[in-house]
């Protein structure tokens, strides 16, 4: 018989271990050369930007708001981290504290004003992202800052693994999200505020640090994905990461995270990533162009969302 822990996991994941492996057969298929060793290491190095949002997006919408500032918090934190090391000679570590203290302070800032003054979060992120862009270009100029070797290691393959450490980085991060989420009092509280937030709030529980926090690990995460896309890029880019925001969402999304708050899954999100990232290397590799991979990447963003609108309104434990 199979054990009980393998029987819930296969309940839990199946569904999108199974799609996943579907998009993989059809473009194993479809093109002799994907589904090699080296298109598989290749995708895996690729996204630990991706993962580390969508860890902190996944705490966000469960808490029933959204982020939309992601993708500049990312090219903000980057920018001060390029600057420090090629204008002003820092060392990686010193200058790797500043950048996550930037995307964590802007988190702060995020949740700070969305929680504190009951604005929706969307309207203050929404205004977060165009001042993070802003900032960025000013704090390099609106020039890419190359900085070469001095920060590549953490994106470049460990010898004899082929795995980067920005990805073993980003899989740490899954599992210590899904932890927090599911074994820890922080994780039931927002889970229950998502779901309720009135309710939680008539039973003597303060939501608002809770909120907050969970803003300030968004930001941190971004702090974290700026670190690994500039190791990959050996460049801080002020035009990075635009329309990431999109992408992890859709991730989020598609893992069973619900837009709606109270619902989602850490592990699920990165199901989530693996499947964006396996429909669009190969979509490239099959040869469809940039115009028809957006066209069927949004489609499958919109399939997700109306089938999480469907699966919400179907929920008889919602009040």
């Given amino acids: 018989m199979m054990p009980k822990h393998v029987r819930n996991v296969l309940v839990q994941y199946g569904g999108l271990l199974a799609v996943l492996a579907v998009i993989v057969a059809v473009f194993s298929f479809q093109s002799q050369n994907f589904f090699q060793h080296s298109t598989l ?34 090219a903000l934190s980057s920018a001060v981290l390029g600057s420090l090391m090629v204008d ?34 969307f309207i203050v992120t929404l205004g ?19 900085i070469g070797s001095a ?22 991060c899954v599992t210590a999200g899904q932890f927090l989420l599911t074994r820890t009092v922080f994780g039931r509280y927002c889970v229950a505020i998502g779901t309720n937030e009135e309710a939680v709030r008539m039973s003597g529980i303060r939501t608002a640090p809770y909120a907050m926090t969970v803003f300030v690990i968004s930001g941190l995460m971004c702090g974290m994905a700026a670190l690994a896309q500039t190791s990959r890029l050996s460049s801080a880019d002020p035009n990075a990461a635009i329309g990431i925001e999109l992408s992890a969402i859709a991730a989020c999304v598609i893992g ?14 990165f199901i989530g990533v693996l499947i964006i990232a396996v429909l669009q290397t190969g979509l490239a590799q099959i040869g469809v162009s940039d115009a028809n991979k957006q066209i069927i990447t949004g489609a499958v963003i919109v399939i997700a969302v109306l089938l999480d609108a469907l699966r919400s309104r179907w929920d008889p434990t919602r009040p």
């Avoid at 995708?43 to 708001?65: E, R, S």
């Avoid at 069973?256 to 999100?269: A, E, H, K, N, Q």
């Fill in 41 to 74: 290491v290749s995708i895996a190095n690729q996204i630990p930007d991706l993962t580390f949002i969508a860890v902190g997006m996944t705490l966000v919408l469960i808490v029933g708001g959204i982020d939309l500032s992601v993708g500049s918090l990312l």
């Fill in 88 to 121: 002003h000679d820092w060392s990686l570590g010193t200058a790797a504290v500043l950048c996550l203290a930037t995307g964590a302070a802007c988190g702060l800032v995020n949740g700070a004003i969305a929680i504190g003054f009951r604005i929706p979060s």
């Fill in 128 to 146: 977060m992202l165009e001042m993070a862009r802003g900032a960025t270009k000013v704090v390099t100029d609106s020039q890419t800052k190359y």
């Fill in 151 to 172: 920060v590549e290691a953490i994106g470049q393959p460990l010898p004899g693994l082929l795995l980067s450490p920005a990805f073993l980085a980003a899989l740490a």
């Fill in 256 to 269: 069973g995270t619900s837009l709606m708050g109270g619902r989602g899954s850490v592990i699920s999100s």
